[in-house]
């Protein structure tokens, strides 16, 4: 405790992590290298796409070793303890209510991915809002009215697709001639000029990023939920 | 001036609620009432609250300014549903689980204990 006071003050600027050149190069001239105005986002997805990439592939890996774990095929069990918070059919006021915000829940996620690189937000909030909104479809009903819309099979097809969208920027600008996640050259298959096509390929790795996010955090739930058997959850 | 009053005194009636709701949590005797008094008073609470703060983001008006007042008072309509529903839901799942309803009675046998 007697360290904390020894801690630079919050937003200090002069302090070692702020007056580090790089930081400073990060600072002055994100808005010209990359025209994003959220320099956050731009380290995540551009200075540091590599970073980023793993970080998703660990998302999609985490997804697969819950499944791997946790799944069972069949129906064995007919000893194990069933869940039974909703015994009844739905409620009249939860069902209104989350009829009424989910739509909303799944358009402000739509919006945090797509504003990522203006302001705070991006692929990875954005997806977890996104599988929220499919996790209270599941609380509110139950679990077979969220399969419904995003089966087991869609789940892992779109968190493959997440992380082959995010690749295959990589494998663009690789094909084009550059480094892998370069994307300047990117320009070349775009409306755009080299500096654009960053702004324009952040984007794109964001929605990416999401795709694996949504689907990873639904299977997660509806495996954890249904003890792996995916028929009855909470 | 006038703003930054009406603000004021939004916000500490906000957190006088968000007091009664906490006293409500803890001095309550069972389930249902300590749900009644965390719902109700967290909503009416936070609602007043955030209204309190886009009151004060108006004081300064600008079209940004208008666009942040906007954006709180609509995570403030969320809210307002939001709160009330989780409440329903949570006595809801108690009344199913069986959770004891505290009556009168239960209240002569503290006394005499």
């Given at each position: 405790m007697s360290a904390v006071s020894d801690f630079p003050d919050w937003g200090d600027p002069n302090s070692p992590a702020n007056s580090y050149r790089l930081s400073q190069h990060y600072v002055t001239e994100t808005i010209h290298e990359t025209?994003?105005?959220n320099m956050v986002t731009a380290v995540l997805a551009d200075y540091r796409g590599y970073d980023t990439m793993f970080e998703t592939v660990v998302i999609f890996t985490a997804g697969i070793a819950i499944i791997g774990i946790l799944r069972r095929f069949g129906?064995?069990?007919?000893?194990a303890a069933k869940p039974t918070?909703?015994?009844?059919?739905?409620?009249l006021i939860i069902d209104t209510t989350c009829r009424l915000m989910i739509p909303i829940i799944q358009l402000f996620a739509l919006y945090v991915i797509a504003h990522g690189h203006h302001s705070p937000g991006g692929g990875f909030q954005g997806g977890v809002i996104f599988g929220a909104s499919f996790i209270l479809l599941a609380v509110s009903r139950d679990l077979q009215a969220a399969q419904k819309w995003v089966p087991e099979k869609r789940i892992l097809n779109l968190a493959g697709i997440g992380v082959l969208i995010y690749a295959g920027f990589g494998l663009g600008s690789l094909l084009l001639g550059?480094?892998?996640?370069?994307?300047?050259?990117l320009h070349k298959i775009m409306p755009a000029t080299p500096i654009e096509a960053r702004s324009h390929s952040m984007l794109g790795v964001e929605i990416g990023v999401a795709f694996t996010v949504t689907a990873i955090m639904f299977s997660i739930y509806s495996n954890l939920a249904s003890n792996g058997s995916m028929k009855e959850g909470l | 001036m006038i703003v930054d009053t009406i603000c004021i005194v939004l916000v500490s009636l906000g957190l006088l609620f968000f007091v009664g709701g906490a006293v409500g949590v803890i001095r309550f005797p069972d389930f249902y009432t300590r749900m009644h008094a965390a719902g109700k008073g967290d909503t009416m609470s936070v609602f007043l609250v955030l209204v309190g703060l886009a009151v004060y983001q108006l004081g300064d008006f600008s079209l940004g300014n208008a666009l942040v007042a906007g954006k709180i008072l609509f995570i403030t309509v969320f809210i307002m549903w939001a709160s009330p529903t989780s409440t329903h839901a949570l006595i809801r799942a108690g009344l199913e689980e069986g959770q004891k309803v505290w009556t009168r009675d239960d209240k002569k046998e503290e006394s005499e204990k």
């Open positions: 025209s994003v105005p129906n064995d069990d007919k000893d918070l909703y015994t009844k059919k739905p409620d550059q480094n892998f996640l370069d994307y300047a050259i | -």
